[in-house]
């Protein structure tokens, strides 16, 4: 018999009905976890549920604005009543569309800074809030946050999406700090760019181009090349599993070496 690591485990995915999000639940679910998906659009969601359950996993769909703390206080209610238990929450959901800010700072609105800090900030810290409480009546618990390279290099016109993830990380390290003598442990991944890989459930436009991503982008890395959906999943897999039971607080880059290269030209051929 093959071992799953996370057999039978509940882990409720936040912003799952694409993209990152299912990748994860995906990923989850051949692991052996029991898979909560959480998602604004009820039709994404319904068919990631399908999906999930066709491929032969376990998985409910329960719709959660995560800018509305009446909605994830439900979906941690939903989740509890249905399983019993929550014992791995993935803060995946973060800012999109018109709430991803892409403006510089004097152009960009209150109104629209506010719906990122919403969707990125107040999103995991509700779902930590009601869902730690279940973690501490069990006597153990894993989160991971899914941040990004913006919390800690500065990129063009992101300056919202950038305090949103900084922020993320901070929550990452105070929930590490004030529940490891309770048996939770919380880590965060630092995220560069990703594309969908071979049957991933894309959240891109149908008409994108990855030819900035694959070209451009991908030189700035260490690899040559930007990663997956499926490197995140198998990142917060490690982090939510037994495997990684004696790290806690850690920022765990997945972005190809990006963070640690100087972004300079090459200059071996006059050094030599």
């Known amino acids: ?8 485990k509940v ?4 912003g799952s009905a694409g993209g990152i999000g299912f990748a994860t639940a995906q990923r989850f679910a051949a692991a052996g976890a029991r898979i909560i998906l959480s998602s604004r659009d ?4 319904i068919e990631a549920e399908t999906a999930l359950r066709e491929s032969g996993g376990e ?5 959660a604005d995560m800018c509305r703390e009446d909605d994830v206080c439900g979906l941690v209610d ?3 009543e249905r399983f019993g238990t929550i014992d791995v929450l993935i803060n995946n959901a973060g800012p999109s569309g018109e709430a991803f800010g892409l403006s510089p700072i004097h152009e960009l609105s209150t109104d629209v800074f506010d719906q990122s800090m919403h969707v990125g900030v107040y999103g995991p ?3 930590c809030k009601y869902v730690l409480p279940h973690m501490l009546a069990q006597g153990d618990g894993a989160i991971v946050n899914i941040s990004a390279i913006a919390a800690a290099r ?3 016109l992101m300056g919202a999406y950038a305090m949103v993830k900084a922020a993320l990380n901070a929550l990452g390290r105070q929930v590490a700090n004030d529940y490891a003598a309770q048996g939770i442990r919380c ?11 071979t049957g991933d459930v894309s959240t891109l436009p149908a008409d994108f181009d990855h030819t900035l991503l694959d070209d451009e982008i991908g030189k700035t890395t260490m690899l040559g090349h930007v990663g997956t959906y499926a490197d995140v999943a198998d990142a917060a897999l490690f982090l939510a599993s037994s495997s990684s039971k004696y790290i806690t607080g850690a920022e765990l880059p997945v972005e190809g070496g990006a963070l640690a290269k100087m972004q300079y030209p090459d200059y071996s051929t006059v050094l030599k």
Do not use: D, E, K
Not at 59 to 63: H, T, Y
Not at 189 to 197: A, D, F, M, Q, Y
């Open 1 to 8: 018999m093959s071992y799953l690591p996370l057999s039978g």
């Open 59 to 63: 998985a409910c769909f329960i719709q």
């Open 11 to 14: 882990t409720l995915i936040t």
């Open 78 to 80: 939903a989740s509890i």
């Open 42 to 45: 009820r039709r994404r969601g």
């Open 187 to 197: 880590n965060t991944l630092v995220v560069g760019t990703v594309r969908p890989g």
């Open 125 to 127: 810290f509700w779902c």
């Open 154 to 156: 500065a990129l063009p």
